[in-house]
């Protein structure tokens, strides 16, 4: 699809100010390999990546690799200058860590930094090892670094819940959400598996028991369906806020997301519930909006109550709540011009139950909505618990500008 740009839209202030940000910004920049579980080739993919940017000119200093053992990514170290590591007394043992001061002093123009989530050694400056990251991208030292999903750590619950084991070591979102590129490294578990097997991710005794408990095919594939859905969530936010800069009109069809209309209608709470079932359906974010207008200052401390619940629904079930100030002549102009600044491929609404004198003398927000969609879908609902695939679902679709 051509890019399409609106003469009466502005870039969104925000992501031109990201987007500034960005190029004005002296850090380093920051790129993470993701996998689904131990043993995927994270490590492999990141040095392979770097004897590329190396072949290219440019100046690579491995920080601190592990390569546990594992033949093929050894070789891999041939070739790149190594940092020596620091050696720490702690309770009567030297420990071994990434000697920072000696990186920064080294100034390469990119560090390899192996296992983000890791806990430093006592005596270290940082704690963890992600803090270690930070500084060498504030001395502007590009980094490549390596974590498995489940030491991210808004989704440290739902891993222990799978795996019935919980990853103790984790990463704040907000690092991962800072990178400048992400990069899963996807091994599907049959493959995985036997790796396993073969002795290429541990050694025998250890593989063994780990195919007995946390690589059972079911964990790796829940594992590896989180690692996609977070990969994917980085790469829509930053096609999200490309359009936003550039004030390109949505939507670009590259992933679902699908925005439900709310007011103070009794069926609103049916409303959330189905698009939640459509947006697990699709695996789509999706934002449940009320318009704010003269009228709601009319409504009863009943209504009120009643749409502040249904917002409340929204949130509770996973998605996004928002309350948008009226500023078009009529809601649906509000409406579509969110859904086109958020890239929204499908928007749900209640049919009305208004008659239809109500609405040749007042207009109808759903009739409106289905003219000026354009290419995105509107999905006008009726009945209270709206269950899909049924026949209460009536869509209107229009294709065009």
């Not at 990119?110 to 940082?126: I, W």
């Not at 598996?193 to 063994?208: D, M, N, S, T, W």
């Not at 009739?367 to 899909?388: F, K, M, Q, T, W």
Request: charged share 30%; aromatic share 4%; hydrophobic share 40%.
């Amino acid at each position: 699809m051509a890019n399409q740009r609106d003469p009466d839209k502005r870039p969104s202030p925000d992501a031109l100010l990201e987007a500034a940000r960005r190029e004005t910004d002296r850090s380093g920049r920051l790129k993470i390999f993701i996998g689904a579980a131990p043993g995927v080739g994270k490590t492999y993919e990141m040095l392979s990546s770097a004897h590329a940017r190396l072949k290219a000119g440019v100046d690579v200093v491995v920080g601190v690799v592990e390569t546990h053992g594992r033949i093929e990514t050894e070789a891999l170290l041939r070739g790149l200058e190594v940092l020596p590591r620091k050696r720490l007394a702690y309770r009567d043992q030297t420990l071994e860590e990434m000697d920072l001061d000696a990186l920064i002093a080294r100034r390469p123009q990119l560090a390899l930094v192996d296992e983000l989530a890791h806990t430093n050694a006592p005596g270290s400056r940082h704690p963890k090892r992600y803090l270690d990251v930070e500084e060498l991208l504030s001395h502007g030292i590009d980094v490549y670094t390596a974590i498995n999903i489940q030491h991210i750590e808004s989704l440290n619950d739902v891993v222990a819940q799978i795996t019935h084991v919980r990853v103790r070591e984790t990463v704040p979102d907000s690092v991962v959400d800072r990178a400048d590129a992400i990069e899963l490294i996807d091994l599907t578990p049959d493959d995985l598996i036997q790796r396993l097997k073969e002795g290429k991710v541990y050694v025998p005794r250890q593989a063994e028991r780990a195919l007995e408990h946390y690589f059972s095919p079911g964990n790796l594939t829940a594992l590896r369906e989180l690692a996609l859905r977070r990969t994917a969530e980085r790469v829509d936010e930053q096609l999200l806020n490309h359009m936003q800069a550039n004030a390109i009109q949505g939507p670009w069809a590259a992933g679902e997301r699908i925005l439900v209309c709310l007011s103070e209608d009794p069926r609103a709470a049916g409303l959330v519930r189905y698009t939640k079932r459509l947006a697990d359906r699709l695996h789509a974010q999706w934002t449940a909006v009320s318009i704010e207008t003269r009228r709601s200052l009319q409504l009863s401390d009943e209504q009120r109550d009643r749409l502040a619940d249904s917002m409340r629904l929204a949130e509770s079930l996973g998605g996004e709540a928002l309350t948008l100030p009226g500023v078009g002549r009529r809601i649906a102009d509000d409406v579509i011009n969110f859904a086109q600044a958020n890239n929204v491929t499908q928007i749900i609404i209640g049919k009305s139950t208004r008659s239809r004198w109500f609405e040749l003398t007042h207009g109808s927000v759903v009739h409106d909505l289905v003219r000026r969609a354009g290419n995105i879908s509107v999905n006008v609902i009726a009945g209270d618990e709206l269950p899909v695939g049924k026949a209460a679902v009536q869509t209107a679709q229009r294709q065009g500008a």
